[in-house]
């Protein structure tokens, strides 16, 4: 499927976004001009834009807490003084971005398969089991990382690698 039919058919089950990209529209949301700085080095203002658009429309913004602490870890590192702590105030928001919703989806450590751990750590693991397994419906998950787009792909779950968004908006 195509990334605009999987966003179409996730806009209530919710989307996870990975990570990075929630780093971004973190940081995006204090101060873009920040974006570019410590721990977004790749990434700039277009990145936000693109990501605030894409997401806007889903009913339910997924996560976990190891997301939330890799999240909080990157940035309250990377940001001082009254940034830092409007960006750490920003993770006990319960609605971001137009979203309805923040849920949040603990998957226990001993529930994620080992062999993903010793490739991709604990919270890409735990990305792996949420959007694979259990849920009757599971999030569909955003994420720049190809190694863990593709793993959920091949695994049955919906996924869409962030890039393509991004360089589809870019030439058009």
């Known amino acids: 499927m195509d990334w605009k039919t999987l966003k179409l058919k996730h806009l209530q ?23 570019g700085g ?12 693109i990501l605030v658009d894409f ?23 990377g940001l001082t003084g009254t940034d830092r702590a ?10 971001l971005f137009d979203v309805k919703t923040v849920l949040e989806r603990h998957v ?25 397994t259990g849920l009757r419906r599971r999030p569909l998950l955003l994420s720049d990382d190809f190694d863990l787009f593709e793993l959920v792909s091949r695994l049955k779950g919906h ?5 393509h968004i991004y360089d589809e908006k870019l030439n058009l």
Do not use: M
């Not at 890799?70 to 940035?75: H, P």
């Not at 409007?86 to 609605?95: A, C, K, M, V």
């Not at 996924?159 to 890039?163: L, T, V």
């Open 86 to 95: 409007e960006f750490l105030g920003l993770l006990r928001t319960p609605s």
């Open 159 to 163: 996924s869409i690698n962030f890039n």
């Open 13 to 35: 089950s919710g989307i996870l976004v990975d990570t990075n990209l929630l780093l971004v529209l973190l940081i995006g949301k204090i101060n873009k001009r920040l974006i």
């Open 108 to 132: 226990l450590r001993r529930d994620v398969e080992t062999d993903y751990i010793r490739q991709f750590g604990l919270t890409d693991s735990a990305i792996v089991k949420l959007c694979t």
């Open 38 to 49: 410590k721990r977004t080095e790749k990434y700039t203002e277009e990145h936000y834009y």
């Open 55 to 77: 997401i806007k429309d889903f009913k339910r913004l997924i996560t976990t807490p190891h997301i939330l602490t890799e999240v909080s870890n990157l940035g309250g590192a």
